[in-house]
T-cell receptor, first 116, second 113 residues
Framework: AQKVTQAQTEISVVEKEDVTLDCVYE???????LFWYKQPPSGELVFLIR??????QNEISGRYSWNFQKSTSSFNFTITASQVVDSAVYFC?????????????FGQGTELSVKP | DSGVTQTPKHLITATGQRVTLRCSPR?????VYWYQQSLDQGLQFLIQ???????AKGNILERFSAQQFPDLHSELNLSSLELGDSALYFC????????????FGPGTRLTVL
């Protein structure tokens, strides 16, 4: 069965600290996609990244970086030099190919609080 | 702004009632997804439509139904409402079926009293 686990429920850091949000997934499929979404206090879900299971290269986008390791079924998200505006709930999600391809299975989310 | 619109933003109703939530996907997107976000269940997939046809079903109650119209907007109908149906309901759209980025609307917050 597919499952996404975000073991960190809440993280609190001080501005300019680096922070890593963990995501571990379970799937029997060999082809799948992983996502990260951000939910700021305003409530909308903002797409951050999509990564397929064949691409294990790390990705960097500004202060954001993602580390995908198939061997440990993890897709961790690091924010470098955190800012107050990064305060939000972050969700990791999994999607598989096949007839139900497209539906997102979300983790429980990690609430990040960045204090000035 | 994701380009996905949802109305209404807030809805307060009583148990036993029926409500309709509306979603307009991003221009050009053919797939619409509905998700429910609640404190105890988290974010859960309900149902997907692609170009007017039901494509995938998740943990959607029998009291809930959805459809996608020829202009691609979608409606989620919730009936015989219970207190536990209080949640944030999101609509998302993507360009096609299969695994693509999904762009989420602002959500409809439903409160059942």
């Amino acid at each position: 069965a597919q499952k996404v686990t975000q073991a960190q429920t809440e993280i609190s850091v001080v501005e300019k600290e680096d922070v890593t949000l963990d995501c571990v997934y379970e799937t029997r499929d060999t082809t799948y996609y992983l996502f990260w979404y951000k939910q700021p206090p305003s409530g909308e879900l903002v797409f951050l990244i999509r990564r397929n299971s064949f691409d294990e290269q790390n990705e960097i986008s500004g202060r954001y970086s993602w580390n995908f390791q198939k061997s440990t079924s993890s897709f961790n998200f690091t924010i470098t030099a955190s800012q107050v505006v990064d305060s939000a709930v972050y969700f990791c999600a999994l999607s598989e190919m096949g007839p139900q391809g497209g539906k997102l299975i979300f983790g429980q989310g990690t609430e990040l609080s960045v204090k000035p | 702004d994701s380009g996905v619109t949802q109305t209404p933003k807030h809805l307060i109703t009583a148990t036993g009632q029926r409500v309709t939530l509306r979603c307009s996907p991003r221009s050009g997107d053919l797939s619409v997804y509905w998700y429910q976000q609640s404190l105890d269940q988290g974010l859960q997939f309900l149902i997907q439509y692609y170009n007017g046809e039901e494509r995938a079903k998740g943990n959607i109650l029998e009291r809930f139904s959805a459809q996608q119209f020829p202009d691609l907007h979608s409606e989620l109908n919730l009936s015989s409402l219970e207190l536990g149906d209080s949640a944030l309901y999101f609509c998302a759209s993507s360009v096609a079926t299969g695994v693509h980025e999904q762009f989420f609307g602002p959500g409809t917050r439903l409160t059942v009293l």
